[in-house]
């Protein structure tokens, strides 16, 4: 509750949007409950609540770093710009959902592609504004080298990661050797006997979690520890991309 209570206070915007979705998650649980059709092999509001979860994280890890940059105005612009494309983003998927329709690589009429390219260009914002976030971060000076060091590594990983999500609009699909739909693992699906594209992308966006935290906790003063860490997780998370293609 106390971390809570300063998520509010860093940044109450960012904090209310995340919670808005958590909310969501609930929501689109409770829809699984009554709503039996599936999409893909699954539950359609499955994905839904995996994006919901996703925002919802997204949305407070930003809250907490932005608490810390002094560029107040610039900050404010930062957070309405990503609840805006986010909020896009979960309502084109839980549309897409409620209408029966993937929402990711579905060119099946005008509207899906109008839908799909909408959420695209929400994911390109988004990204540019915690790249934005990073390059503004070189201002903060009320932070241990360390902590501000994995912070702005955990941004940078992020955004490479979001722009690796090209590589699956490139093959209009996640699924390596397979038409995606297959058996996946509990609830993220991520395909069993097939490549996925998911795993990488999954673990490059939560570089903005992970890395920050190792550096807090394990590193605050030592930059080149949270190199090593930071590097040693981009080439995971680079190994899982290949490993898709084997």
């Known amino acids: 509750m106390t971390a809570l209570h300063k998520i509010f206070r860093r940044n109450r915007l960012l904090a209310w949007f995340g919670l808005v979705n958590f909310a ?103 990204t540019l504004m915690v790249f934005w976030a990073f390059l503004l971060f070189r201002k903060v000076n009320t932070l241990t080298e360390g902590y501000k060091l994995g912070i702005q590594l955990g941004m940078l990983i992020f955004v490479i990661a979001s722009f690796q999500g090209f590589v699956m609009v490139a093959q209009m699909s996640h699924t390596v050797g397979a038409p995606d739909g297959q058996e996946g693992i509990f609830f993220l699906n991520w395909a069993k006997k097939y490549g996925d594209l998911r795993i990488a992308h999954f673990l490059g966006l939560h570089a903005l979690q992970l890395i920050p935290l190792f550096a807090w906790y394990f590193a605050p003063q030592k930059k080149l520890l949270v190199w090593i860490f930071a590097m040693v997780y981009f080439m995971f998370s680079v190994g899982a991309y290949w490993f898709a293609y084997l």
């Open 24 to 126: 969501l998650l609930l929501l689109f649980l409770l829809f699984s409950l009554v709503d039996s059709r599936e999409l893909l092999g699954i539950n359609l509001w499955i994905k839904p609540m995996k994006f919901a979860i996703s925002i919802g994280i997204f949305s407070w890890t930003m809250a907490w770093f932005t608490g810390y940059m002094p560029q107040l105005r610039k900050v404010k612009t930062i957070s309405w710009v990503i609840v805006v494309a986010m909020s896009l983003e979960i309502l084109i998927i839980a549309g897409q959902s409620l209408r029966g329709e993937t929402s990711h690589f579905n060119i099946t009429s005008a509207l899906n592609i109008t839908l799909f390219n909408t959420m695209g260009a929400a994911i390109v914002i988004n």
